[in-house]
């Protein structure tokens, strides 16, 4: 599987934002997709994910505002970012996994990141 983020940008402090992540490979749908940041300075951590059912899971400082989201059809995932803060200011990068969980360590397919800056 090879993924590409995209979708990044600079935006205000409550503005909105939607990452996507196209996928290659047949088996897509059957993985588990997640997204992680890299704030600067700070280790890449776990954002969201959602496996092949729809379930999701969030950090708990995301939660409420951004939304995981994914269209096997399209071989795509979406990280849909709303009430944008400027601690959420990091590289996204969406990554594939067999398992589902939030550690780094389950997944294996990373794409190659998107710069999100948000500005008070």
Known sequence: VQLQASGGGLVQAGESLRLS???SGRYFSSYIAGWFRQAPGKERE???AINSKGTTVYTDS???RFTISRDNSERTVYLQM???KPEDTAVYYC???LSYGTHRSL???W???TLVTVSS
């Open 21 to 23: 992540c196209a996928a």
């Open 46 to 48: 776990f954002v969201s």
């Open 62 to 64: 995301v939660k409420g």
């Open 82 to 84: 709303n009430s944008l």
């Open 95 to 97: 990554a594939g996994a």
């Open 107 to 109: 997944y294996g397919y």
């Open 111 to 113: 794409g190659q990141g």
